[in-house]
């Protein structure tokens, strides 16, 4: 039986059975997979299976379905490819097992850090106090995300959120890559240090080992790691990094890169995963106006050429 797993959004991690026939996903308890998004509405895509084949219609939703860089037309059938993501209002989906394995390299990302705490004795009350925390983090990017802002202002109001949920970082920087060439296309960068205009917010060595690996990198200790790299970031005083690339379906389209100048440890483990599903959230953005900028294009030439 193929399954639907939740890529991104306040349900990520969580996987449903589809059953035979029609399976209706939205935010209201009466769907047979509900979706608790604020951005989902309340019946917001239904999902036929017929044989051996999954059709998707949106339901007419306020924020609407997006799959394959187009919004479905709603009450139209589209036939859905096994991980391929789609996207409700601000949460991903994606039916398959190979969605599996993306959701699985988040929660390996948090493993240790989760035994450690057990070992404390205070896992369920810095879970629920994190989870609470993170939840409020994700809504306020949420809310920034859906307002159709240019997106250097979207982007820097982001990091202006990330600064504040992730405080023990000095430097931060948004990079967005040209999807065909992988070269810096943008950067929105944001920093707590006395600014030189001369000097990058974020080391080129480690956004191009990212960007060529499509793999995150996080050191956390300068002084106790060893190689070329680690000899780079002393040089720029450096004490801690971490870099994600940005992945929207199988395409880096850019990456989260965050460090710290003061301290060393300034990241958790988990914060990958933080990195990795903000990163799918603007990755949706970008691929709706990059979708809406060539719709624009051919009105504006269907309308010279009338």
């Known amino acids: 039986m193929t399954a639907l797993y939740v890529l991104s959004g306040p349900e990520r991690g969580r996987s449903f059975n589809l059953r035979e026939g029609a399976n209706f996903v939205g935010r209201s308890l009466d769907n047979d997979i ?3 998004d604020r951005t989902v509405s309340r019946k917001h895509l239904k999902i036929t299976k017929k044989g051996d084949s999954y059709f998707l219609a949106d339901l007419r939703s306020r924020n609407g379905t997006f799959f394959e860089g187009a919004y479905l037309e709603p009450g139209s059938e589209v036939e859905a490819k096994q991980s391929v993501p789609i996207a409700l209002g601000m949460s991903v989906i994606c039916l398959g097992e190979e969605c599996e394995e993306q959701i699985t390299s988040f929660q390996e990302t948090v493993e240790i850090s989760r035994e450690a705490i057990e070992k404390s004795g205070t896992l369920e009350e810095r879970r629920e106090e994190t989870g609470m ?20 202002e979207a982007l ?3 990091l202006e959120q990330l600064f504040d949920f992730l405080i023990r970082i000095d430097r931060g920087a948004v990079i967005l890559l040209d999807p065909e060439t992988r070269q810096i296309k943008q950067t929105v960068s944001r920093t707590n240090m006395p600014r030189d205009e001369s000097t990058k917010a974020f080391s080129e060595h480690v956004v191009s080992q990212v960007i060529a690996e499509k793999k995150p990198l996080v050191i956390s200790n300068v002084q106790t790691e060893q190689g070329e790299l680690v000899d780079t970031l002393k040089v720029l005083k450096i004490e801690c990094v971490m870099c ?4 929207f379906g199988s395409q880096i389209f850019g990456v989260f890169y965050v460090d710290s100048m003061k301290r060393p440890y300034g990241f958790r483990e988990e914060d990958i995963a933080l990195l990795r599903e903000l990163g799918q959230q ?11 900028s060539e719709i624009s294009k051919v009105a504006d030439t269907l309308t010279s050429d009338s």
């Open 133 to 152: 925390k993170r939840m409020a983090f994700f809504h306020r990017v949420s809310d920034i995300l859906v307002k159709g802002l240019p997106i250097k």
């Open 156 to 158: 820097e109001k982001v």
């Open 282 to 292: 603007i990755g949706l953005v970008i691929e709706k106006a990059r979708f809406v």
């Open 244 to 247: 994600v690339p940005m992945v």
């Open 34 to 36: 509900r979706i608790e």
